[in-house]
């Protein structure tokens, strides 16, 4: 039988990317290769309890109530720590599709992406130097990406976070294919100049800011 260790499973409003203010259930798994020096999961390193993927399934299941299928229809995420760490993903992926809601996955973009099924929608989370995890980025995962439905976001620590992140965007022209997300570290830089300098810079990309935090504080799990 297949088990993952899950740290929490929670539904909530979704707090960013292009479906933030959505109604989503988030099913977080426990464990993470990464450090990054922002990193507000930290809790999700190692805390945790075993459930069998039947559990799991069934949990989101209920929480999510009768299949409902408009364009802001309650979805699913799986998110972590980093989930595609986690022997079994792929799998607790295909059986979340099977509920027939939109299933959605938030990654570092540090492992393979080839093994996701292609309808997931998958949010990658695109390290940047000031993050000091942008070195395990795993350039070939841009071709396991679909156009036009997944994301990839930018959590910018400083200006030089802000200058390299364009660049690579610009050198790879990903902001033809992919909603580009640029987004300031809660607490670190300052919103309003990164908004200004992407009008500034007539850059293509969307600001965001982790909506979760603005309504109920940088402190709250489980939101
Ligand atoms: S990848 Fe995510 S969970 Fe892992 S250290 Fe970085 S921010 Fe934290």
């Given at each position: 039988?297949?088990?993952?260790?899950?740290?929490?499973?929670?539904?909530?409003?979704?707090?960013?990317?292009?479906?933030?203010?959505?109604?989503?259930?988030?099913?977080?798994?426990?464990?993470?290769?990464?450090?990054?020096?922002?990193?507000?999961?930290?809790?999700?390193?190692?805390?945790?309890?075993?459930?069998?993927?039947?559990?799991?399934?069934?949990?989101?299941?209920?929480?999510?109530?009768?299949?409902?299928?408009?364009?802001?229809?309650?979805?699913?995420?799986?998110?972590?720590?980093?989930?595609?760490?986690?022997?079994?993903?792929?799998?607790?992926?295909?059986?979340?599709?099977?509920?027939?809601?939109?299933?959605?996955?938030?990654?570092?973009?540090?492992?393979?992406?080839?093994?996701?099924?292609?309808?997931?929608?998958?949010?990658?989370?695109?390290?940047?130097?000031?993050?000091?995890?942008?070195?395990?980025?795993?350039?070939?995962?841009?071709?396991?990406?679909?156009?036009?439905?997944?994301?990839?976001?930018?959590?910018?620590?400083?200006?030089?976070?802000?200058?390299?992140?364009?660049?690579?965007?610009?050198?790879?022209?990903?902001?033809?294919?992919?909603?580009?997300?640029?987004?300031?570290?809660?607490?670190?830089?300052?919103?309003?100049?990164?908004?200004?300098?992407?009008?500034?810079?007539?850059?293509p990309v969307r600001f965001q800011m982790q909506l979760h935090k603005l309504v109920w504080g940088p402190e709250r799990n489980g939101v």
């Amino acid at each position: 039988m297949v088990r993952f260790k899950v740290n929490e499973i929670f539904h909530s409003i979704q707090g960013e990317g292009t479906r933030a203010g959505r109604a989503c259930v988030f099913v977080r798994l426990t464990g993470c290769p990464l450090r990054c020096v922002y990193c507000d999961t930290q809790y999700a390193f190692y805390e945790g309890g075993f459930m069998e993927l039947a559990e799991i399934v069934q949990e989101v299941k209920q929480r999510l109530g009768p299949p409902q299928y408009g364009p802001d229809a309650p979805f699913v995420e799986l998110t972590g720590g980093e989930p595609l760490a986690i022997p079994g993903a792929p799998d607790l992926l295909r059986a979340l599709q099977k509920l027939g809601c939109e299933v959605a996955l938030e990654t570092a973009g540090s492992h393979d992406l080839a093994p996701v099924p292609k309808a997931v929608i998958k949010i990658v989370d695109r390290k940047t130097p000031g993050s000091g995890e942008g070195h395990r980025w795993l350039e070939s995962n841009l071709d396991h990406m679909v156009p036009g439905q997944d994301e990839l976001k930018f959590v910018l620590l400083d200006e030089a976070d802000y200058t390299w992140s364009k660049a690579w965007c610009a050198e790879r022209g990903v902001w033809d294919r992919y909603t580009v997300l640029f987004s300031p570290v809660h607490g670190g830089l300052d919103p309003a100049w990164l908004a200004e300098r992407i009008v500034a810079d007539r850059l293509p990309v969307r600001f965001q800011m982790q909506l979760h935090k603005l309504v109920w504080g940088p402190e709250r799990n489980g939101v």
